[in-house]
């Protein structure tokens, strides 16, 4: 299995990649409950969802913080919901908390895999193998069950959600057509895109506006009520939120990991100004980053992080706007 440090940069991509998702979980919510439960829990509106659709959320505290960082998938029988694996031991028990008032259940999903698919091939290797017009919408759900998600720019990705003996059919297939990658590929393409998951390190820290949620569609501010949602409406309506998420580029003996220190050069002294969300490390030891900062913070700035040696980054543009 091949990974990032094997690349000097994503132009070297394969034309078909295999990801393992490995360090990801697959929840499953099922229960006639299940829409409303989390229609108070979660940022998005579920309500607006059909099977086959998908979103990304937050799931939040009372007072308004992350706690996890998930891409919300809607079938016919259950929710389902992805996220990083190291969030979910101290996530889930609060999301479970809530769950005794309504008929729902909350568990790891186990008739269902996920796993991803890149390169500038991979739209094709779909169009053949699975279904011709998934590769033309942002998500599709089959009729063997099949969710296909196309990720956000800038690479050709997919994410894809599959019943375990379509899962292993199509696998057993890839093993002799494509690359196959741990996840820190994934990891890298998501830094690409600016899409933040929160990790174990940095959960119950952050509103979600922070973490660009609301550039995202991961936030409805129509939809009633939500755990944590007077906070979350306070941060727009009345320009509370002073941070946001930035892509950040350079160089480092070390990949930085979540929740690390991120420091600006002023003058000549580094001042403490943001916290790492994710980050990775390619061949060539250049890294690239997501970390909250300040929103003010000056496309020129010069960073480093604390505990990495020798790391000095610069902003790099992100793949979309957010909103004023």
Same mark, same amino acid.
């Given at each position: 299995m091949r990974t990032l440090s094997q690349l000097e940069d994503i132009s070297q991509l394969p034309d078909l990649v295999l990801c393992s998702l490995n360090s990801w979980d697959l929840i499953s919510i099922t229960g006639e409950d299940r829409i409303s439960f989390l229609q108070g829990q979660l940022t998005c509106d579920l309500a607006a969802l059909t099977p086959g659709q998908q979103t990304l959320a937050a799931h939040c505290n009372p007072q308004g913080k992350?706690?996890?960082?998930?891409? /919300?998938?809607?079938?016919?029988? =259950?929710? &389902? *919901?992805?996220?990083?694996?190291? /969030?979910?031991?101290?996530? *889930?028990?609060? &999301?479970?908390?809530?769950?005794? %008032?309504?008929?729902?259940?909350?568990?790891?999903? +186990?008739?269902?895999?996920? %796993?991803? *698919?890149?390169? =500038?091939?991979?739209?094709?290797?779909?169009?053949?193998?699975? #279904? +011709?017009?998934?590769?033309?919408?942002?998500? =599709?759900?089959?009729?063997?069950? +099949? /969710?296909?998600?196309?990720?956000?720019?800038?690479?050709? =990705?997919?994410?894809?959600?599959?019943?375990? #003996? /379509?899962? #292993?059919?199509? *696998?057993?297939? &890839?093993?002799?057509?494509?690359?196959?990658f741990d996840d820190s590929l994934w990891n890298a393409m998501n830094i690409a895109a600016g899409v933040g998951f929160v990790e174990a390190q940095t959960t119950g820290q952050f509103i979600p506006q922070m973490l660009n949620l609301q550039a995202l569609d991961g936030i409805s501010f129509t939809k009633g009520c939500y755990i944590g949602q007077e906070t979350i409406a306070r941060a727009k309506y009345r320009g509370a939120n002073k941070r946001a998420m930035f892509i950040l580029t350079g160089n480092a003996n070390n990949a930085p990991t979540p929740g690390q220190t991120v420091e600006v050069l002023l003058g000549e002294n580094w001042k403490r100004v943001g916290i790492v969300i994710s980050a990775c490390q390619y061949g060539d030891q250049h890294i690239e980053m997501l970390a909250v900062l300040p929103k003010d913070t000056s496309s020129s700035a010069t960073f480093r992080i604390k505990e990495v040696e020798d790391s000095i980054l610069y902003c790099a543009p992100l793949p979309y706007q957010i909103p004023s």
């Open positions: 992350v706690w996890s960082i998930t891409r /919300v998938i809607m079938l016919e029988d =259950r929710v &389902l *919901l992805t996220q990083p694996s190291s /969030v979910s031991e101290t996530q *889930l028990p609060e &999301l479970k908390k809530y769950a005794a %008032f309504s008929k729902v259940e909350i568990k790891k999903e +186990t008739e269902y895999q996920i %796993f991803g *698919l890149a390169g =500038r091939k991979s739209a094709e290797y779909i169009a053949a193998e699975v #279904d +011709t017009a998934a590769t033309h919408e942002t998500s =599709r759900l089959l009729e063997s069950g +099949t /969710v296909l998600i196309k990720q956000p720019s800038p690479s050709l =990705r997919y994410m894809a959600i599959m019943k375990n #003996d /379509v899962a #292993d059919a199509l *696998l057993s297939d &890839l093993q002799n057509k494509a690359e196959i």
